[in-house]
């Protein structure tokens, strides 16, 4: 469930977005300083937004939200008779006319203080109403909407690119997972007339997602990190997963206005996206047929890497090169310094301000590396896992020396929503695991092919542990892993990844080091 956020809409925003009409004198401007989906989390003065879930349903906790305080409340008419029994003021949004009406001479202040009700006859699109009135309406009048997606990498992307361009401009992120059809119009009520960037991720789950998002978003500034396979059991074909990520540019106004698409040179399906779109291309890689490019790539263990940049304006036949060196793990992470660098010099900024930005990277990001049991290491990347963050991930084990002799143990579980792509992409796991790890452990039923691959790539038996589930595996590793060993842990949590790292992790905050992964699913 995404967490509570703080706002900058009035009850006048929810009014006019909602029932398309001037908001009456009976209606103070109040601020609502909190929005949320969880009624568990409402305080007094919040908006509730009550959507259907997968395994309740938010209409049912009108009432509640209510009574911890909520001054407003979004539902659908399955929670009308729960809003009238809390005393709440019933707004019927789908018969607004009659609504404004009824309203419009009402006595000055008449509901302000009051709780009030909005029926609507779909609370997702509502509060995509909210969310997008907030951007056009409420923001600042130069405000420039970055907005990042693809199929590995985006929340990397997201967090340096906002600490990139927040070094000169007032900057908003989404957090956490608010980035889809849900999270991401909540992300924009939280904008308002300071804010002079915002840096939105956008994911997406079926073909016409990404472009709702850019309805409501309205960048200016699009970045495509990469096409894989990720939701290839949703999408069918890896052609249409490009084609949904292909939105974005879609999506993106004319060079002459301003649209700048970001593409990623390295990969061919985002290339054949600069045909899509008639804002100015970017190109970025590893290729000097990019406009910025990266050689010389070194990674230095916990230290982070190092690389040139090489950058070439328009119009200019010698490139100007820079010797950089940023916090980041993996060499793999070289293609999210790129992602940054080459938005904030699409937005003017200096070489300065983007180094700088890129050496102040925040902690509260995905990839943590914490002290584990028997004096090991734990390299805790579970967020999520496809085959192209599964071999990033173990890219990043190869890169990193473990202390005093240790090993590199690699704990890898199943892969979801892989689709026809199932079975390979777990054996080209295998393969990658089979080069990288000393010791190989796979979780779940498709880890099983994981280890089965790399036993055919020649790994050795004796290495090799393929567990039915979590608690079996927290049990083989309190046994196998000894000092200095490094321990890889990644996979699907529907397999528990996250409880083996809870379990073999001991927490240590002066060992902690957290950074945003390229590596996520």
């Known amino acids: 469930m995404p967490p509570a956020v703080t706002t900058q809409i009035t009850q006048h925003t929810l009014w006019q977005a909602l029932i398309g009409d001037l908001p009456p004198l009976a209606l103070a401007p109040n601020l609502i300083q909190r929005a949320t989906l969880d009624s568990r989390t409402v305080e007094a003065g919040d908006l509730f937004i009550a959507l259907p879930g997968q395994t309740t349903d938010g209409n049912l906790f009108v009432a509640q939200a209510f009574a911890s305080g909520a001054q407003a409340v979004l539902c659908e008419a399955r929670g009308r008779a729960q809003a009238a029994e809390a ?23 008449a509901l302000t203080g009051k709780p009030l009700a909005y029926i609507v006859e779909d609370a997702t699109l509502a509060m995509q109403k909210v969310g997008g009135f907030q951007r056009v309406h409420r923001s600042h009048p130069d405000l420039k909407v970055i907005g990042i997606t693809g199929s590995v990498g985006k929340t990397s992307t997201k967090e340096l690119t906002a600490a990139v361009v927040s070094r000169r401009y007032l900057t908003l992120h989404n957090i956490g997972n608010l980035n889809s059809e849900q999270g991401l119009p909540l992300t924009l009520m939280e904008l308002g007339p300071a804010y002079e960037r915002a840096v939105l991720e956008m994911a997406m789950y079926d073909i016409g997602e990404i472009a709702t998002l850019c309805r409501l978003a309205r960048p200016q500034i699009g970045v495509i990190t990469n096409v894989g396979v990720s939701h290839l059991s949703r999408l069918g074909a890896i052609e249409r997963i490009a084609q949904a990520k292909a939105e974005l540019v879609r999506a993106l106004p004319s060079a002459g206005d301003g649209g700048i698409a970001i593409l990623n040179w390295d990969d061919d399906h985002v290339r054949a996206m600069a045909k899509l779109t008639n804002a100015k291309i970017f190109k970025y890689g590893l290729t000097p047929q990019a406009d910025l490019w990266a050689d010389d790539i070194h990674g230095e263990g916990m230290n982070g890497i190092r690389f040139r940049f090489h950058y070439r304006t328009p119009g200019q036949e010698e490139a100007e090169t820079l010797y950089v060196r940023v ?7 070289v293609h999210t310094a790129l992602r940054a660098a080459a938005v904030g010099l699409a937005d003017g900024l200096s070489w300065e301000e983007i180094i700088a930005g890129m050496q102040s990277i925040p902690g509260q990001l995905r990839l943590v590396v914490v002290s584990g049991i028997n004096h090991s290491t734990v390299i805790d990347d579970t967020y999520n896992a496809s085959p192209d963050s599964m071999i990033a991930a173990l ?28 079975s390979e992409g777990h054996k080209m796991v295998g393969r990658r695991a089979a080069d990288v790890a000393d010791l190989l452990v796979t979780v779940g039923e498709l880890g099983h092919a ?3 691959e790399a036993q055919d790539a020649g790994f050795s038996t004796d290495s090799l542990y393929m567990m039915d589930d979590a608690a079996q595996t927290v049990r083989l590793l309190s046994e196998i892993l000894a000092p200095g060993d490094l321990v890889l842990v990644k996979g699907s949590r529907a397999v528990g990844m996250d409880s083996i790292v809870a379990a073999i992790a001991q927490d240590n905050p002066a060992r902690r080091f957290t950074q945003s992964q390229a590596s996520e699913g």
């Open 327 to 333: 916090p980041l793990l993996g060499r793999h992470s």
């Open 450 to 452: 994981i280890g089965e």
């Open 87 to 109: 005393g709440a003021v019933i707004l019927e949004c789908a018969a607004a006319s009659d609504t404004a009406a009824r309203w419009r001479d009402a006595p000055a202040n």
């Open 395 to 422: 890219n990043l084990l190869h890169d990193l020396d473990p202390e005093n002799n240790g090993r590199r143990v690699a704990v890898l579980g199943d892969m979801l929503e892989l689709g026809d792509y199932t």
